[in-house]
């Protein structure tokens, strides 16, 4: 032992004392011999089995759409269709009276068949030169309107273009304030109509008072053939109206 060793021995011995000494001597050997483990060389074992999958992550954000790719060149034009076949016309014949056309008429030929196109019969009824009858046949009706103005008196005529085959009576010429006025007539001043051999006077507006319909005369009550005569009274303003009549053949 050098004198530095005893002198360090025997200082830790005066300062520690005895027991101090041998716990100190007890820790170097120890640690020496932890030191000396510690730098011996650890062989590695086997490894271990693999462990169980894990879970499924969750999925990932959408990426960025991509940019669109350049449209592609126009393709080849196709090649021209064959011709159609030809049409087939109509052929255009008289067809003479008979099952086929009453009143004669035309036949149609093709290739699908034949058809008819037929005149059609000559009209009856005709009489007065403008195409009109002679008179207004039984249970036709004409219709018209009539209007007025005036100071004191005020007379609205009726005219039938179509004349009656017999004039009519007071008993069947009708204005619309007339307590038998629905009777015989049952439509309005928009859509006039008449029961057969009557007059009916319908009023839209009237400022006077009705005096009566008379005939041409200008006093016995009904109406001519041609046509007839509205008179009203004028109150101190005067007088105005307006309305539509039928009558029935």
Excluded at 98 to 114: D, P, Q
Excluded at 188 to 213: M, N, R, W
Aim: charged share 15%; with cysteine.
């Amino acid at each position: 032992m050098t004198n530095r060793a005893k002198s360090l021995f025997s200082s830790f011995n005066h300062r520690f004392g005895a027991p101090g000494l041998v716990a100190l001597l007890a820790l170097v050997l120890a640690l020496g011999s932890g030191g000396a483990y510690a730098a011996k060389k650890i062989k590695r074992g086997p490894a271990g089995p693999a462990g169980a999958q894990g879970p499924v992550g969750p999925q990932g954000p959408q990426g960025l759409q991509g940019v669109p790719g350049t449209a592609g060149a126009d393709g080849v034009d196709g090649e021209d269709g064959e011709d159609g076949a030809n049409g087939e016309g109509v052929t255009v014949a008289n067809e003479p009276p008979g099952a086929n056309c009453e009143n004669a008429g035309k036949r149609l030929n093709t290739s699908a068949g034949t058809d008819y196109v037929c005149n059609g019969l000559d009209g009856v009824g005709g009489g007065g030169g403008d195409g009109l009858p002679d008179v207004l046949p039984l249970n036709k009706t004409e219709t018209g309107t009539w209007a007025f103005s005036g100071a004191d008196q005020a007379i609205s005529p009726i005219s039938f273009t179509v004349p009656l085959a017999l004039a009519l009576d007071g008993t069947h010429v009708h204005y619309q304030s007339d307590g038998d006025f629905a009777t015989n007539c049952t439509g309005t001043v928009e859509a006039p109509t008449a029961a057969s051999g009557h007059l009916c006077v319908y009023e839209g507006l009237v400022s006077g008072g009705y005096q009566g319909i008379l005939k041409m005369d200008g006093g016995t009550p009904g109406a001519n053939t041609a046509g007839a005569l509205l008179i009203f009274a004028s109150p101190p303003a005067g007088i105005f109206g307006w309305g539509s009549w039928a009558v029935k053949g």
